[in-house]
C-alpha cells in the first residue's frame, strides 16, 4: 500500500508487482498535473552566497522537481535543504535508491534533507526503488552506528508525510 492514507498518492515504487515505468509515469503525470501546464525552468536560488541549482521548478505554483542525486550526491547543508523547503511547497524527487551503509554521504544528505523539509512542512512526492521501510538496511556488524539511529527517524519522518494528517499541514514557507 503506498497510497499515502490521504487521497493522493505520494510515494511511487518500482517493484515486481507494478511494470517496469508505472510509478515513474504516475509520478510524471502528477508533477504536470500539480504544474497545470505552466512555465517549468531550471532556476538558481543563493543561499548564503552559494548557488542551489534547481533542475525544474514551477514558479507560478512554487513546485520544483530533482533527482536524489541532485539532492544528495554532491555536498549540500541544512541551509540549502531549508532554501529549497522554504521556496517551494511541494517537491518532487525521483529515483531515490536503496541506501547502502558504505555510502555514509548519500544517508546523511537524506537525513538532513529530510529533516529540512518535514520542518517546513514540504508535502514531498517520491519516486524511489523501495519503500521508506527498506530503503536503507544495515548488517549486524554496522546496526549500532549513529547513521542507523538517524535513519529510523527519517523513515518515521517519511511516513509521516505520506499522511493525510500531514498533508493538510500549512506550509511554513514564502509566498513570492
Not at 151 to 173: A, C, I, N, P, Q
Amino acid at each position: 500500500d503506498d497510497s499515502g492514507g490521504g487521497a493522493q498518492k505520494v510515494y511511487f515504487v518500482d517493484n515486481d508487482a507494478d511494470p517496469k515505468g508505472k510509478a515513474k509515469d504516475s509520478f510524471h503525470q502528477l508533477f504536470k498535473l500539480l504544474t497545470k501546464d505552466s512555465l517549468i525552468n531550471s532556476m538558481v536560488l543563493d543561499v548564503q552566497g552559494r548557488e542551489v541549482f534547481v533542475p525544474e521548478a514551477s514558479e507560478d505554483y512554487s513546485i520544483a522537481r530533482f533527482s536524489f542525486y541532485d539532492l544528495c550526491g554532491t555536498a549540500k547543508g541544512a541551509a540549502d535543504y531549508l532554501a529549497i523547503g522554504e521556496r517551494f511547497h511541494t517537491i518532487f524527487i525521483e529515483d531515490v535508491p536503496k541506501l547502502q551503509f558504505n555510502e555514509v554521504n548519500l544517508v546523511r544528505r537524506w537525513i538532513t534533507l529530510i529533516d529540512a523539509l518535514y520542518e517546513c512542512h514540504v508535502k514531498l512526492v517520491i519516486h524511489a526503488a523501495t519503500t521508506p521501510e527498506d530503503m536503507f538496511q544495515v548488517d549486524l556488524e554496522n546496526e549500532h552506528c549513529d547513521e542507523v539511529f538517524a535513519f529510523d527517524r527519517t523513515r518515521s519522518r517519511m511516513e509521516e508525510m505520506r499522511s493525510e494528517g500531514y498533508l493538510v499541514k500549512k506550509w511554513v514557507g514564502y509566498q513570492l
